[in-house]
């Protein structure tokens, strides 16, 4: 072998240089984290007995559009659903780790933007950014988010123990997000067949916004802990109510019985579905992307959760047998579905 | 609303009946895993003071190509990759998570194959599975693995930390992976040309084991222990030793004297390399794919190190202005260059 021929890759500003650059962006916060970005792995020092751990992956045209979704709005929505599994378990996020997988159609610009969403979620859910990485995919942008939080053992929440006459309650609102992706589809075909229309979404910020944006429920899991309720199960409600009802039924060996009327929704979202023909409690059955949260409490909570704000007690955890049923406006019982393979 | 339109989707075998039932594969096993697969997230109880976590993305065509990898060693490879990130913080792994992307061009045994590989890895490393996730992507296979691990937080090991007159020390043997991955990129050529034509592998069982399916060094760590010996830097070699050394020596602001000749390299990667007309200490030094472990040692730690097996003293830590060289055979000093972007 000729030793004077160790010739090797020309010197050039390689991927672990962009990712020092680029980890910039997270300075880190939390006592617990103890090695971020730029070794190995990520190294935490848990304050609570139990590590709660979740991974996510995105891709583009499956999970998102970038027609119609700002990378801005992506880092922030990535982070918010990695995020949602964490609460689902009632535990604190505290740290997320990210993979990005960009093409040559994305700039530096581009993942800059990518970034600048992730550290606004990041910040507002005081959450630090442990893991950077950057792969070449072939052309679509895939990123994958892992999740870390923390929670004492005895605060913890599955699926698994809600028992028969327990209230069923949610966070917040639904079909927002699936109502805003409706619209969003439709001025994009719109669009598509003639670039000279204008897209109008007056009057659709709320949708748009739970769509594009959403937030983690961090304030709900504060809240419990502020008065003191410890529910019996709890789930994050990702692909619509029915989905997460079921789960919780499956997991606690239990059925439920829902009330079509106590489902949370904003007149924005009821005008806009009847606007677009789609029956309302359809949508918030089985729409997606609410990133609300589901949980069961016993009845000697009833007082202590009016304490709540955006609160909905829903319906009740009957025995096994009754089955998974939502009650009509005019007192018809329907049986809830399972759904079907979805990405 | 018509109450009685409440239209779900059909009933069918959905995404969670499938993930349930292959969870089959992956019973936990170790005291610390508290929530395995089948919740929002998995939860975990460390009996160390750190937890040590990474994730790595795998996609089609970029990390692996289906024409030569079989799927039963893609599942046993992603695992040892990501493993390999907590080993190179002297961590032991504990939990991995998976999350599989797959298209309609494949089916159920396809997912089954990939899952016994990843089952068997982590069999073989005492590690449990507590995530799985499966998600539709658009053609290619993408895989995504989070590995947990725990770590004393005395044992733990960064990549700062060497000091002058330090040894360098690396496990195993190199350039075998890439070595193996040429061979199969020629023979895929080959068969591209003239289906006809069955590759020939005879004698190069070593170099396509160490590309299909390489061994997570848990034993290394183990030894480490074993013999009281905390290394003052350590990394995982993924991308060659050059890398490896200069990511140690940045972040310790040192520099590094290597020796060519204790490069170490089986016979038959060494002759592979020289049919294949590559030099073999760039193949050494610039070739991925080993996951063996670099780690920085005191002198006083050099007679300890030779009872462990498989460990090579390749070179010593210089003062940082010194930069980062190789010694050739024929004592000519040469610059070691860093690697450009590389997924």
Redesign the interface.
């Known amino acids: 072998?000729?030793?004077?021929?160790?010739?090797?890759?020309?010197?050039?500003?390689?991927?672990?240089?962009?990712i020092a650059e680029l980890a910039k962006y997270f300075p880190n916060a939390n006592a617990s984290t103890?090695?971020g970005i730029?070794?190995?792995?990520?190294?935490?020092?848990?304050n609570e007995?139990?590590?709660?751990?979740?991974?996510?992956?995105f891709?583009e045209?499956?999970?998102f559009d970038l027609t119609y979704v700002p990378l801005l709005h992506l880092g922030y929505k990535v982070v918010t659903v990695a995020i949602a599994?964490?609460l689902?378990?009632n535990?604190v996020p505290t740290?997320v780790?990210l993979?990005v997988?960009i093409s040559n159609r994305f700039d530096l610009k581009a993942v800059n933007e990518l970034l600048e969403g992730v550290q606004a979620c990041c910040d507002n859910a005081h959450v630090d950014v442990?893991?950077l990485?950057?792969?070449?995919?072939?052309k679509?942008l895939?990123i994958?988010v892992?999740?870390?939080?923390e929670?004492e053992?005895a605060r913890?929440v599955?699926?698994?123990g809600a028992k028969e006459n327990e209230l069923i309650c949610v966070s917040g609102d639904f079909a927002a997000a699936y109502t805003g992706l409706l619209l969003l589809e439709r001025e994009k075909k719109v669009f598509e067949s003639n670039p000279d229309v204008q897209p109008d979404f007056t009057g659709k910020d709320y949708l748009l916004r739970r769509q594009l944006r959403p937030e983690p429920r961090l304030d709900i899991i504060e809240a419990l802990r502020r008065e003191d309720i410890l529910p019996t199960t709890?789930?994050?409600v990702s692909d619509g109510i029915?989905?997460a009802v079921m789960?919780i039924c499956k997991?606690s060996h239990v059925g439920c019985e829902l009330f079509?009327e106590k489902l949370p929704m904003t007149e924005e979202t009821f005008v806009t579905l009847?606007d677009l023909d789609i029956?309302?409690?359809?949508a918030a059955?089985?729409g997606g992307d609410d990133y609300e949260l589901m949980f069961t409490i016993k009845q000697s909570d009833f007082e202590k959760i009016k304490n709540i704000e955006n609160i909905s007690i829903i319906g009740y955890i009957k025995e096994e047998h009754a089955g998974c049923h939502?009650v009509?406006?005019?007192n018809?019982h329907?049986e809830?579905?399972?759904?079907?393979?979805?990405?």
Chains 1, 2 share one sequence.
């Open positions: 072998m000729e030793e004077n021929t160790i010739k090797q890759e020309t010197p050039q500003f390689g991927k672990y240089d962009l103890v090695v730029g070794d190995d792995a990520a190294v935490i020092a848990p007995e139990h590590v709660v751990s979740t991974t996510k992956v891709m045209n499956v999970h599994d964490l689902g378990m535990a740290q780790m993979n997988c442990v893991g990485d950057l792969s070449t995919s072939r679509d895939i994958s892992t999740a870390l939080g929670c053992a913890m599955t699926r698994e709890m789930t994050n029915a989905a789960q997991a079509e009847k029956v309302h409690t359809v059955l089985n939502i009509t406006g005019d018809v329907v809830l579905h399972a759904q079907g393979f979805k990405s």
